[in-house]
Each structure stands twice: as C-alpha cells, then as structure tokens.
C-alpha cells in the first residue's frame, strides 16, 4: 500500500466514486488518513472536532431536560438513575422524563440525518423533508385516517405516517426527475405537493368525527407529551437499521456533486445512487413523525449548522444527526419551562426558531449568496 503523503500537501490517489475509481488529486490539509487493515479512509479533523464537542453539548441538554421541571432533581440524583440505582426521584426521571428526552433524541437525530440526505441530493439548502412534502405526506395520512376513525391508536399512527411520508416523498421525486434530477425543480414541486396535502389536511379536519380531529389537530402540532419507550424502541431499531446505509451515504456523498453529463462519462449510476440517498432521507423523515408528529424545521437547521460548522466541503451526515438531537432536545426543554406551568408543543418552539431562519435564507439567496 502507499504510504500516506506528509500532511499539507497534495498526492495523486484514486477515490472510489460510486463502485469506480477515478485519478484525483485528494488535498490531505485538514484530513488525517485512517487505515483499517488494507482500508484507509479520509477523517476530517474539523467534523471529528465539532462532532465531539455536539456531544457534549447533547449530554449537557439532555442532563438539563432530566433535572428540570415542576420539581427539581440534582444532576447527582439523575445520574444515579440512570445508573440504575435506587432513588426517590426514580419515578419522575426514569418514568416520566426520560422515555420523552430519549424520543426527542432519536427524533431529532432521524430529522438530522434525513434532512442532510435531502439536501445533499437536491444541492439546495432549502431543501428538507418538511419543506418538500415528506412530513406533510405524514400528516395528511394520520390526521385523514384519524378524522374518520381508522386510525384510532397510538400504534397504528407511526405506520400510517411512514406509509404516507414515503408515498409523498416518491411522488415529489418522480414529478422532479426529467432526464436528471434538478435543484430547483425538485424543491418548488416539492413546495406544491406541501400546499396540496396541507389544504387537504384541512379538509380532513372539518369533515371528519369531531373528537378524532381535535387528538389529530394535537398531533400535528409535534408534541413530546406522552412519548414512551415505545416510540423510542422503533425508532432506535430503525437508526440501527440505517447505519449501514447511512455509511455508504456518507461515501456516495461524493458522486453528488456531479452533474449528470459528467456523472455518465465517469460511468456512475448518478440516478441510483440519488435515489437510494433521497429514500433514506425520506423514511428517517416518515419514521421521526410517526414517533414525535411532525417536528418542522429541524431538518432544515440541522444540517445547516453542522455544515458551518465543520467548514466541509459535503454536508457532514453525522454531525447533523447529533445537531438535530440538540435541538429537538432543548426545544423540548425550552417548550416546557418557557411558559411554565403551560406546556407548549415542540414542534411550536423549532417553527418560532426554524421560520426566520428560513426566511433568512431565502433572502441570502436571492442576494446571490451560497
């Protein structure tokens, strides 16, 4: 194997793109090689720092969430039940605090994730499963089911959310792809299937039996209240299920930032791998709705601040998943001692939160900004 060219210089290698490999010339100035047997892989070491320290952050926010509330509970005593020792703040942490931080965690991870895999293939930071249908597919499917009575259970809402997330999200990207997938084209499609599902949300909500669209309206709202470990059991089986992909996301990430005319003169399968990065994203986003509702603007942010943050040239996949933790985690503490005694939705804080920032980015553009 050949060794490691010094560091701050450039060397002839051949990055893997897509199943091919192509000669490129890789810049090792802010990566460190890691080998792994006859493997090696580029680390970015401003990511690995910023991912490191978006944990930190995590395990401060989700301390906080656990000590804070109606009635106080010492960092000590947290630790001692987590720690699975006994303690007389063993009911209000372990029972009723903890499984609601643990979803918000896993949410917003999933929402991280899936909104860094959206914008990734559109190429456009306003791109993010809220903003193009996949969340709103979610939302018209339980708030429809639940109006009319089909969906009566609090088990059968994350399935019908799933199934129509992913149905939304299909049909964004079939109207999208004409001979390529563009930026543009995907994301104002995307905005025009979001109108339609939500005014037909709207018509489920006054058409349907009155008690069922009042607990759908709550839904809707994105609300931690009442998650328990079983939303929290799904959707951690389902993370764990998407780490394989989600690695070979991590690699294929590189193949994106080609056009399609290049993309076939090196021989890749750009439409494939596009869509096996779009129908991840698009899953992770159905499956953190069905465990929370739909949380708006968190995969918009997310991916976003990790960007800026590790100054890369993709948008790093896991430091969006520890960022969109941090901030469903302490929008869910804010949301719940902001008013205090008053418990506001989550989804009501990321919308006060995610709205300007939206707003912000939209005139960014039209300044010409990246």
């Given at each position: 194997m050949t060794p490691a060219p010094p560091r701050g210089s450039s060397a002839p290698s051949r990055v893997p793109l897509g199943g091919s490999s192509v000669p490129s010339r890789v810049p090792l100035r802010g990566y460190a090689v890691v080998r792994a047997g006859r493997a090696s892989?580029?680390?970015?070491?401003?990511?690995?720092?910023?991912?490191?320290?978006?944990?930190?952050?995590?395990?401060?926010?989700?301390?906080?969430?656990?000590?804070?509330?109606?009635?106080?509970?010492?960092?000590?005593?947290?630790?001692?039940?987590?720690?699975?020792?006994?303690?007389?703040?063993?009911?209000?942490?372990?029972?009723?605090?903890?499984?609601?931080?643990?979803?918000?965690?896993?949410?917003?991870?999933?929402?991280?994730?899936?909104?860094?895999?959206?914008?990734?293939?559109?190429?456009?930071?306003?791109?993010?499963?809220?903003?193009?249908?996949?969340?709103?597919?979610?939302?018209?499917?339980?708030?429809?089911?639940?109006?009319?009575?089909?969906?009566?259970?609090?088990?059968?809402?994350?399935?019908?959310?799933?199934?129509?997330?992913?149905?939304?999200?299909?049909?964004?990207?079939?109207?999208?792809?004409?001979?390529?997938?563009?930026?543009?084209?995907?994301?104002?499609?995307?905005?025009?299937?979001?109108?339609?599902?939500?005014?037909?949300?709207?018509?489920?909500?006054?058409?349907?039996?009155?008690?069922q669209a009042q607990a759908a309206t709550v839904w809707m709202t994105g609300s931690l209240d009442g998650a328990g470990y079983d939303q929290a059991g799904r959707l951690a089986w389902v993370l764990a299920a998407a780490l394989p992909v989600a690695l070979w996301a991590a690699r294929a990430q590189r193949s994106i930032s080609f056009d399609d005319a290049t993309a076939v003169g090196l021989g890749l399968r750009l439409g494939r791998i596009r869509l096996g990065l779009a129908l991840l994203g698009i899953v992770l986003a159905s499956c953190a709705a069905g465990a929370a509702g739909p949380v708006d603007f968190v995969a918009l942010m997310a991916p976003q601040i990790a960007l800026r943050l590790a100054r890369s040239v993709q948008v790093p996949l896991f430091c969006s998943a520890l960022a969109g933790a941090l901030v469903v985690v302490l929008a869910d503490l804010l949301a719940r001692r902001l008013l205090a005694p008053t418990e506001l939705p989550v989804g009501v804080v990321t919308g006060l939160v995610g709205a300007p920032y939206l707003m912000w980015l939209l005139t960014r553009s039209r300044r010409g900004g990246a």
């Open positions: 892989f580029l680390l970015h070491r401003r990511s690995a720092a910023v991912a490191l320290g978006l944990l930190l952050a995590l395990a401060g926010a989700v301390v906080a969430a656990l000590c804070l509330g109606e009635s106080a509970v010492s960092p000590g005593e947290v630790v001692r039940v987590l720690l699975g020792r006994p303690s007389p703040d063993e009911l209000v942490v372990g029972e009723f605090r903890l499984p609601r931080v643990v979803v918000g965690l896993l949410a917003g991870a999933a929402l991280g994730l899936a909104g860094a895999l959206v914008q990734t293939v559109a190429r456009n930071p306003l791109a993010s499963p809220d903003v193009v249908g996949v969340t709103w597919g979610a939302t018209a499917t339980v708030v429809g089911l639940a109006a009319y009575g089909v969906v009566g259970s609090a088990d059968r809402a994350p399935y019908a959310a799933v199934g129509g997330g992913l149905l939304a999200g299909l049909l964004v990207y079939g109207l999208a792809w004409r001979r390529g997938l563009h930026d543009q084209r995907f994301v104002l499609i995307g905005i025009g299937i979001s109108v339609a599902l939500s005014s037909l949300t709207s018509v489920f909500l006054t058409r349907g039996d009155g008690f």
